[in-house]
T-cell receptor, first 112, second 116 residues
């Protein structure tokens, strides 16, 4: 069953603006990960946040995790046209022995 | 490091034929490999978990006799779509986890299957 639900499903913003995507999940997790997928291509791992962490940064990316609300957010600052892609959150329940459960994804379009 | 490859990258076949997709971890040993399927404009769905030297574990609703998985070594897992039909057309992606290290999975580039 689909664990994660992202919102919005689609987001279109101007280059330079910040983009925020949210993800909610249903069960307790070991970690939550965010991936990017360009159209028809493979996945690019962006960031992993563990259940005992609340915030993580990587370059222009900022991820938060609220386990009490079972939700996470991905913020992309100073967006660029190259950030246009689909973004998925994925949760892991076990310690690496379980597959990931992906959300439905947010399609982000950055207008030049 | 931690590169996963898939072969072929795309395949077109006639209905009723079987198609084999390979997933290789190129520079590390993967005790566990995972197979996902992604239909157009949808998310990835886990199909099965493949452990080296043992039978694969399939997710609910995935037919094990239709999607044969073999994990013969620590660097290779294969997915065979038997008697493929048009509804099996999809993007198949594998991932591999580092032996002894949890959490991070490394994804292959995917295989696009089109069944005519």
């Amino acid at each position: 069953s689909q664990q994660g639900e992202e919102d919005p499903q689609a987001l279109s913003i101007q280059e330079g603006e910040n983009a925020t995507m949210n993800c909610s999940y249903k069960t307790s997790i070991n970690n939550l990960q965010w991936y990017r997928q360009n159209s028809g291509r493979g996945l690019v791992h962006l960031i992993l946040i563990r259940s005992n962490e609340r915030e993580k940064h990587s370059g222009r990316l900022r991820v938060t995790l609220d386990t009490s609300k079972k939700s996470s957010s991905l913020l992309i600052t100073a967006s660029r046209a190259a950030d246009t892609a689909s973004y998925f959150c994925a949760t892991e329940i076990g310690g690496g022995a379980d597959g990931l459960t992906f959300g439905k994804g947010t399609h982000l379009i950055i207008q030049p | 490091g931690a590169v996963v490859s898939q072969h072929p990258s795309w395949v077109i076949c006639k209905s009723g034929t079987s198609v084999k997709i390979e997933c290789r971890s190129l520079d590390f040993q993967a005790t566990t490999m995972f197979w996902y399927r992604q239909f157009p404009k949808q998310s990835l769905m886990l199909m099965a978990t493949s452990n080296e030297g043992s039978k694969a574990t399939y997710e609910q609703g995935v037919e094990k006799d239709k999607f044969l998985i073999n994990h013969a070594s620590l660097t290779l897992s294969t997915l065979t779509v038997t008697s493929a039909h048009p509804e099996d057309s999809s993007f198949y992606i594998c991932s591999a986890g580092l032996a002894g290290v949890g959490e991070t999975q490394y994804f292959g580039p995917g295989t696009r299957l089109l069944v005519l």
